[in-house]
């Protein structure tokens, strides 16, 4: 059986965190070890894990970092040290992520499969789902074609398996082996984007990726509706959107090339100035603000890397 290093970040969830490690340590097939990355939370999440306490055993590392990194430095930060450790596959997702009991063993089966047809894999991507099972984090669909003209999208659909072109962190199973030929997620993307591009960039450098349908996870965000600051009605968040802006710019530029990226850059310009003069947009001056500072920091800030994070 293959060993599976689980990466969990989270930062001020301990409630869903708790919920998030007893269906890790209840899984069907059991991950070797559960790697905690806790972003300088301040709910007293570090307790969980003292002395004495049901999650302080061998089984669970837990990194307490200094800073909150967001997102995008806790993931890249937990699978670099996950990938030192003796492993074939790490499993990365968020603190709100709730596998079910055979999540894993699904994803596992799967592998096994594809790789009796193809040569390598670089990561397979779970069924998630909300609280009112409604669709979540979906990712985009392969659409190459072959030599007539036509997408075999459905190659492996009868093993509940089709080919995507990104996908997000809530339960991805990442090979080892992809993520030291192609290095880690970009830690300055901080909060959104860090995904798209790491996905890319391993399907892209290493080998194809696919979502799992059997595989199922309930996904327990607070708002279970696409990302997007038009609808955005959390006054504390909406600051954070510049990276989104900047971080999707970046993305455009790096995949789909400039002219995608100009085109991006002039949307983003007339929508920032759409929140300002709508009525019905809430926060629309703060929201203008934001995306303005993205598609600014994204010429004067861009986004910093060295060679093992793309």
């Known amino acids: 059986m293959p060993c599976v290093i689980a990466v969990v970040v989270t930062y001020n969830r301990k409630e869903l965190l708790i919920q998030c490690l007893d269906a890790l340590l209840g899984q069907s097939v059991l991950v070797s070890r559960i790697l905690v990355f806790n972003n300088n939370s301040t709910d007293g999440t570090e307790k969980l894990f003292e002395p004495g306490s049901k999650y302080h055993n ?6 307490n970092s200094e800073k909150n990194l967001g997102g995008a430095g806790g993931f890249s930060k937990g699978m670099q040290l996950a990938s030192e450790q003796e492993c074939d596959w790490i499993w990365c997702m ?3 992520t709730i596998p079910e009991k ?5 994803l596992l089966n799967s592998i096994k499969f594809i790789l009796e047809q193809e040569k390598r894999i670089s990561f397979l991507s779970s069924y998630v789902y909300g609280p009112n099972e409604e669709p979540m984090n979906v990712p985009k669909l392969r659409m190459d074609k072959c030599e007539n003209g036509y997408s075999f999208w459905y190659k492996y659909l009868d093993k509940g398996l089709v080919p995507v072109s990104q996908a997000t962190f809530v ?3 990442i090979s080892k082996r992809a993520m030291i030929e192609v290095g880690y997620p970009i830690a300055d993307y901080f909060i959104w984007g860090d995904d798209t591009e790491y996905t890319r960039r391993l399907i892209k450098k290493y080998g194809p990726a696919y979502l799992c349908g059997t595989s199922k996870v309930l996904h327990k965000r607070f708002n279970s509706k696409i990302i997007s600051i038009l609808t955005e009605d959390n006054k ?8 989104y802006f900047r971080n999707a710019l970046a993305n455009a530029k790096k995949f789909d090339g400039l002219l995608w990226m100009i085109i991006r850059w002039g949307f983003y310009f007339v929508q920032s100035f759409y929140c300002l003069i709508n009525p019905k947009i809430k926060f629309g001056f703060m929201k203008f603000r934001a995306i303005q500072n993205g598609i600014w920091m994204y010429i004067f800030k861009p986004i910093r ?3 093992q994070h793309g």
């Open 102 to 106: 055979t999540a894993l063993e699904e």
């Open 171 to 173: 339960s991805i199973l």
């Open 305 to 307: 890397k060295d060679k």
């Open 236 to 243: 504390d968040r909406v600051s954070l959107y510049k990276y």
């Open 94 to 96: 968020d603190d709100d």
């Open 58 to 63: 061998e089984m669970i590392e837990v990194i």
